[in-house]
């Protein structure tokens, strides 16, 4: 099923649809500010297994998720005042950080170190999604079995079908990942150098 949101200006009704079916421990692929990814609410187990089948991904790499702002962050996450600073400069955006992740989080979303990653895209329909849902939602890339990463939410929607409950339609999107930058013990450490600038670091 494809739904059409307006991005500039979410329609109410189909953000309570989608919510409705993250609710129901569906699984959906929405648009961010880098590329489609593939969701679900972080706090429904079944629902983060049937993710992790989809993505054919080991379970001992957690996915990150997404966070509608930084009060939200500060939630899930241990945010030192230096990490407050430099989310509070460079999100929403092209970002995910790795913090320390507070009891909030679900055990199967850590990793060994107890910590996450979070991300605020610069995308009004996700970040709609997470307010209300009440939750956030899990960020992981929607690409093909080699890694392909789809930009286009009706080759998505032919790809996994039935799998899903729900593709977002929210436009082509950019196809390229967001970088991740560790903040733990506030010394940045570039994990990935996606979309987002890391020479501010």
């Known amino acids: 099923m494809i739904l059409k949101i307006n991005e500039e200006n979410p329609q109410e009704r189909l953000v309570d649809k989608v919510t409705d079916i993250l ?9 961010t500010d880098t590329c489609y990814g593939i969701g679900c609410d972080i706090m429904n187990k079944k ?3 049937k993710v992790y089948k989809l ?15 930084l009060k939200n962050i500060s939630h899930y996450a241990d945010v030192s005042n230096y990490a407050y600073r430099v989310m509070k400069k460079l999100l929403p955006g092209t970002y995910t950080f790795i913090l320390d992740a507070s009891r909030e989080v679900p055990k199967m979303m850590l990793t060994k170190r107890k910590t996450a990653g979070i991300r605020i ?12 849902l ?25 790809f996994f079908g039935n799998r899903l409950d729900a593709v977002i339609d929210g436009g082509i999107s950019h196809g390229e ?7 733990i013990g506030d ?8 979309i987002g600038d890391v ?3």
């Open 23 to 31: 609710k129901k421990g569906g699984v959906i692929v929405y648009p």
């Open 47 to 49: 629902a983060i297994e």
């Open 55 to 69: 993505k054919g991904q080991d379970k001992k790499k957690p996915f990150s998720f997404i966070c509608s702002d």
């Open 121 to 132: 895209p610069n995308n009004n329909i996700c970040i709609k999604i997470v307010e209300s």
């Open 134 to 158: 009440g939750n956030p939602i899990i960020s992981t890339t929607a690409s093909d079995n080699t890694g392909e990463i789809f930009n286009d939410p009706s080759l998505i929607d032919d």
């Open 177 to 183: 990942q967001s970088s991740i930058v560790s903040l």
């Open 187 to 194: 010394e940045p450490e570039i994990i990935r150098e996606g």
């Open 199 to 201: 020479s501010v670091f």
